[in-house]
């Protein structure tokens, strides 16, 4: 016999499944970032965490119409609570988030939607999402940030 290399059975059987296994999860990721939307958070600008809440469009944090049905919410996460607590939209709204830290690393999360991104001081997190259908979106913190962390969340409500 002339092979020159001699994989054992199981070895070759252990390789497959290491391929196979790489390939199912390759797969995973192509389709959650082209099926389901999948969405990396942006670093839409850096800011200095000490003025970032005294100017710009985080000095009035709130929710603004830019165009019809398109938003804009500019919050700040501040130990421990959101700035502002309560959206409100129409439905059909496409809302776009811009959030930043004025202290530690925070998360936001939107609850059934596809919107969890880490909030860190000194940077804009951003993402967006529609809504078509009412109800009520609580957003989270999901950065452990100290003793009130778990109270550390609020809403958005899309008004049908
Ligand atoms: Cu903010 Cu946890």
């Known amino acids: 016999m002339s092979d020159g290399l001699h994989i054992e059975r199981y070895e070759?059987?252990?390789?497959?499944?290491?391929?196979i296994t790489l390939v199912i999860f390759a797969a995973a990721?192509?389709?959650?970032?082209f099926a389901l939307g999948f969405?990396?958070?942006?670093?839409?600008?850096?800011?200095?965490p000490?003025?970032?809440?005294?100017?710009?469009?985080?000095?009035?944090?709130?929710?603004?119409e830019v165009s019809p049905g398109?938003?804009?919410a500019w919050i700040?996460?501040?130990?421990?609570?959101?700035?502002?607590?309560?959206?409100t939209v129409p439905v059909g709204s496409k809302i776009t988030f811009y959030v930043t830290s004025v202290d530690v690393q925070h998360g936001f999360k939107l609850e059934g939607t596809n919107i969890n991104m880490m909030v860190v001081?000194?940077?804009?997190?951003?993402?967006?999402?529609s809504f078509d259908t009412p109800g009520v979106y609580d957003y989270i913190c999901t950065e452990f940030c100290g003793a009130g962390h778990a109270a550390m969340f609020g809403s958005l409500t899309v008004e049908g």
């Open 70 to 72: 398109n938003y804009e």
């Open 121 to 129: 001081p000194g940077q804009v997190s951003t993402l967006e999402a």
């Open 39 to 48: 969405q990396v958070p942006g670093d839409y600008q850096r800011v200095d």
């Open 50 to 64: 000490q003025t970032v809440a005294q100017q710009g469009p985080f000095a009035d944090p709130g929710i603004r």
């Open 76 to 87: 700040i996460a501040r130990t421990w609570t959101f700035t502002p607590k309560d959206i």
């Open 29 to 33: 990721i192509l389709i959650a970032g």
């Open 12 to 19: 070759r059987n252990w390789i497959w499944v290491g391929i």
